[in-house]
């Protein structure tokens, strides 16, 4: 059998999972890894946690040197600089100083930053992605610098929030009307928040109009609603694209938003050319739809799968739920599967229910205990949980690896509901707020009572009667015109309860409203519900409360 010829082109993190899983399968195969970007073997998502002085030293962000590289593994590297083609029936790759032919070729050139018309190109103008970034960007600031972030991703928050931590004095601007697009708008409030208390100044709803350049440098940006913001470092951070275009050259099917299409064996429309990274778009596992997701994570496995079978290896592609978390000063955010507006797409309004519960990270009695709330997605019809979001200072990443996993498995709310979890005080407690969730969720989908979300009831107010159970928690005040009868005083004061409207209880979490709706609805109130997550969700969607209530 004659030797083959494996070409990787790119030389990011992806490129040089693809290169190694060849050489894994194939010790005898020449494998060349073209990188065209100066990237080499960097660890992308790692970089801005440099700034905040988190990574042990900036060496720590290359994922082996070329000369490592070449040496445990026998793989060539080969800069690239100037035009390259791909001549499909030739299977050769063509470089400004010559071509490689190749056996099997590898896409993995990823995703570009889009540049920002609007902030012109200056010498403390910058992206943050790789070490050759993250030199640039230390040239151009000293401490205590006034950084801009431009975008509203994940990236954009995850850099303001190490700048933050790097001790500058940071502002983000967002053009959308909210932050992190893949989270629910409760969830967008809630990172906002936790970024403001961190110091962080947010602008939404407003982009750059102009700059104001000297010797080089922006010193002040204008923004669209006329505020003048003096900065030091402009640091732009999408919105993302995936670098599809030698393929599009090539022939390549591409999808609308130029992501590239690949079957489970991560090969494309051209034969012998199979494309990994974050310029692929991959199936969900909850729809099927194709999804072009520029994850770090994602982008890894699809590179094992493409450089295995470039390699003639086995591997399959699987789908994918979007699973991303995100840190916002002291708050972890993270989602899986489909959000709300994703749900009713896939199925019908009708068919989708959520469940907001809140709990703790481990065992109240421990100090180091933190709030926990999780939002629960699922089918009514058939029990399946479709999307989880979860939020808190600590245990949010365990709880949303645990749902990502039963949303692969086709697992029902009344099944996580029985889970086996670890338990222990410092790390959960005896009843897990996984657990909470699918109990509630199973309660819903039984018909015991009638689960009211915070957008539901906002959106119902006046033609609904609402009952605070729980106010004795002292909170800043309650919904308005909520009646309060106290849940210890309910059964004495069930005639008081009217009759020509639905009732919602609300506590603070949530826990108390429905066990006051299951009294309710034992004693002929049909209509009887609570609203699920309580007042907590109902502020942290950022809905109005009022002081005063109507006591009973």
């Keep these: 059998m004659a030797r083959q010829t494996i070409v990787v082109l790119g030389g990011n993190g992806s490129g040089v999972s693809a290169a190694t899983a060849a050489r894994e399968l194939d010790d005898e195969a020449r494998i060349v890894l073209v990188d065209p970007g100066g990237e080499a ?4 998502a790692a970089v801005p946690y440099a700034i905040s002085g988190e990574t042990a030293s900036d060496s720590t962000l290359s994922r082996g040197r070329p000369v490592a590289l070449s040496a445990s593994h026998g793989i060539e590297m080969r800069a690239a600089q100037g035009p390259i083609r791909i001549d499909v029936a030739a299977r050769r790759l063509h470089l400004a100083d010559g071509a490689l032919e190749y056996t099997a070729l590898v896409h993995a050139l990823g995703a570009e930053t889009t540049p920002d018309p609007r902030v012109p190109a200056a010498a403390n103008v910058h992206r943050l992605r790789t070490p050759e970034d993250l030199a640039a960007v230390r040239a151009a ?9 431009i975008g509203g991703s994940p990236t954009a928050v995850e850099a303001a929030d190490a700048f933050r931590r790097g001790g500058h004095i940071v502002t983000i601007v967002h053009s959308g009307g909210r932050l992190l697009d893949d989270f629910s708008e409760m969830g967008s409030a809630r990172a906002t928040d936790a ?6 100044d ?4 407003e982009g750059p109009a ?5 010797e080089g440098r922006v010193v002040r940006l204008t923004l669209t609603g006329g ?8 640091l732009i951070t999408g919105p993302l694209r995936p670098h599809s275009g030698l393929l599009r050259a090539a022939g390549a099917e591409l999808n609308e938003d130029g992501s590239v299409v690949v079957d ?12 990994c990274g974050a310029s692929v778009a991959v199936p969900h596992a909850v729809t099927g739809w194709p999804v072009w997701l520029p994850q770090a994570g994602l982008a890894d496995r699809t590179a094992m799968v493409a450089g295995a079978v470039a390699a003639g290896g086995q591997a399959r592609l699987e789908p994918v739920l979007n699973t991303s978390i995100v840190r916002a000063g002291e708050l972890t955010l993270a989602r899986t599967g489909l959000a709300w507006d994703e749900a009713v797409e896939y199925a019908t309004a009708e068919e989708i229910g959520q469940v907001s519960v809140h709990g703790s990270s481990c065992e109240r009695t421990l100090k180091a205990s933190q709030p926990l709330a999780i939002d629960l997605i699922y089918h009514r019809g058939d029990g399946r949980i479709l999307g989880a979001e979860v939020a808190g200072k600590a245990g949010a990443d365990k709880r949303v690896d645990v749902l990502s996993a039963a949303i692969v498995g086709g697992m029902t709310v009344e099944r996580i509901s029985a889970l086996d979890l670890a338990y222990a005080p410092p790390f959960s407690t005896a009843r897990d707020v996984v657990n909470v969730a699918g109990w509630v969720a199973g309660a819903a989908r039984a018909g015991l009572a009638r689960v009211w979300t915070v957008y539901e009831l906002a959106a119902h107010l006046g033609s609904v009667a609402i009952v605070d159970v729980e106010p004795e928690r002292g909170r800043a005040g309650e919904i308005t015109d909520s009646l309060v009868i106290p ?5 004495s004061h069930i005639a008081a309860l009217p009759r020509d409207r639905p009732l919602v209880f609300v506590s603070e979490t949530g826990r108390l409203g429905y066990v006051a709706a299951r009294i309710a609805r034992l004693r002929g109130f049909k209509d009887a519900g609570f609203l699920t997550g309580g007042l907590l969700s109902w502020q942290a969607a950022g809905l109005p409360v009022k002081q005063g209530s109507k006591h009973r």
């Design 41 to 44: 073997t960097s660890t992308v």
């Design 141 to 149: 600031i000293g401490p205590r610098a006034r950084v801009c972030v």
């Design 195 to 200: 970024l403001r208390a961190a110091g962080v």
């Design 202 to 205: 947010v602008v939404l709803g």
């Design 210 to 214: 102009g700059a104001d350049v000297e």
């Design 227 to 234: 505020a003048r913001a003096p900065v030091d470092l402009v």
């Design 264 to 275: 489970e064996l991560c090969a494309t429309s051209l034969p012998h050319v199979f494309a």
């Design 487 to 491: 849940l210890a005083d309910l059964r």
